[in-house]
């Protein structure tokens, strides 16, 4: 039972399970709660939904990986969730209550820019990724590349 709870948290709910680009996926079907997320509470209801994400996140991973070889396969995207929120920390209070043209452009980027800084594994990323060979590691990586986002898209939104 509570593999199966904890490999719908890992899939976040089956979004890792797309035959195509499942990461993508992950990431992509983060920004509906993102945006609620911003848009009704801000840096405060993104912060505190990402930390929590997290820890559940560590927990299903460890959960529906023990009993693998794997410990990183790729319908688990829950990581993606935590990074794709991280990526909009900085810029979060921007978004809040606000509905202007500028606002997509700025999701849009920070989806993009995740999933460059995810791809790409350069730095505290790629330390996370292959030195860390656990759950805690599967999830770092992802933190650290939306944290990377986050400040390459403060200094865009500073253009828009």
């Not at 009993?67 to 969730?81: M, Q």
């Not at 809040?96 to 980027?109: D, I, R, S």
């Not at 594994?121 to 330390?127: A, C, H, N, Q």
């Not at 759950?135 to 939104?157: C, E, I, R, T, Y």
């Amino acid at each position: 039972m509570f593999k199966k709870f904890a490999m719908t948290i890992a899939t976040f709910f089956g979004a890792g399970l797309s035959p195509v680009a499942p990461g993508t996926m992950g990431s992509f079907a983060t920004l509906p709660l993102a945006f609620v997320l911003s848009y009704f509470g801000g840096r405060d209801a993104l912060l505190l939904a990402a930390v929590i994400i997290f820890f559940a996140g560590v927990w299903a991973v460890n959960e529906s990986t023990k009993d693998s070889a794997e410990k990183d396969p790729g319908k688990i995207v829950i990581d993606e969730v935590v990074g794709q929120l991280c990526s909009f920390l900085i810029v979060a209070n921007a978004l809040e209550h606000n509905l202007e043209p500028k606002v997509w452009l700025m999701y849009a980027l920070g989806f993009g820019l995740f999933r460059l800084f995810d791809i790409l594994k350069f730095g505290p990323v790629k330390w996370a990724d292959t030195k860390l060979k656990n759950a805690w590691g599967v999830m770092l990586d992802d933190v650290f590349a939306g944290f990377f986002a986050a400040v390459v898209l403060m200094l865009l939104a500073r253009g828009l």
